[in-house]
């Protein structure tokens, strides 16, 4: 693994079902981040966690969950989907959360919700 | 509120230059990024400036302008490559992103 990688790559999913979107880095970063990006629009923070046994809430995090259990790993979850939620999301790191400094992205999940 | 305006879309030519405006609103400021992005990738750093002025990268510059809330990346003798979408990106005074919804650059032969 080199850098951050996003499971699964794609799916589609009945509305109302439970889905978590996996996220892994192996760069040892402190900060990382779930974004949704749709066309026309902006990429939209959803949920960060600045260290390992931390989360915050983005600008829109309602229907979505995080945990960040270890430094590596920083899953996301839907626990009931609904159309809306049809996205590409983006899982990022930063070496450091709360300072400024480039944020690595994976390669997204494009989740269709039917 | 915190806001990004970027075109939607530009058109160059193979070899030219082009230079894609961005104009930002936060609250606080942390710096201006830019990313880029081709079709169906992830974004991919390429500047970042936090003081005023033109910061060069071979190909690539960007330029901040603190007191107009506004920047802009500087590609100079364009590829096919270079064809992709260039985002905008401000960080406010909780270091979080605020992204504008991206310029699409088509190159043209």
């Known amino acids: 693994i080199a850098g951050i990688t996003q499971a699964p790559t794609s799916q589609i999913l009945a509305a109302g079902r439970r889905m978590t979107l996996r996220c892994t880095q192996d760069m040892r970063h402190n900060a990382m981040y779930w974004y949704r990006q749709d066309l026309g629009l902006g990429l939209r923070l959803i949920h960060y966690?600045?260290?390992?046994?931390?989360?915050g809430k983005g600008e829109v995090p309602d229907g979505y969950s995080v945990s960040r259990a270890n430094t590596d790993d920083f899953p996301l979850t839907l626990a009931s989907a609904v159309p809306s939620q049809t996205s590409v999301y983006f899982c990022?790191?930063?070496?450091?959360?709360?300072?400024?400094?480039?944020?690595?992205f994976g390669p997204g999940t494009r989740l269709t919700v039917t | 509120g915190q806001n990004i305006d970027q075109p939607t879309e530009m058109t160059a030519t193979e070899g030219a230059i082009v230079q894609i405006n961005c104009t930002y609103q936060t609250s606080g400021f942390n710096g201006l990024f830019w990313y880029q992005q081709h079709a169906g990738e992830a974004p991919t750093f390429l500047s970042y400036?936090?003081l005023d002025g033109l910061e060069e990268k071979g190909r690539f510059s960007s330029f901040l302008s603190r007191s107009k809330g506004y920047s802009y990346l500087l590609l100079k003798e364009l590829q096919m490559k270079d064809s992709a979408s260039y985002l905008c990106?401000?960080?406010?005074?909780?270091?979080?992103?605020?992204w504008g919804a991206g310029t699409k650059l088509i190159i043209k032969p």
């Open positions: 990022a790191s930063s070496e450091f959360g709360g300072t400024g400094g480039e944020q690595y």
């Open positions: 966690s600045n260290t390992a046994g931390t989360t």
């Open positions: 990106a401000g960080m406010d005074s909780n270091y979080q992103l605020i």
């Open positions: 400036n936090v």
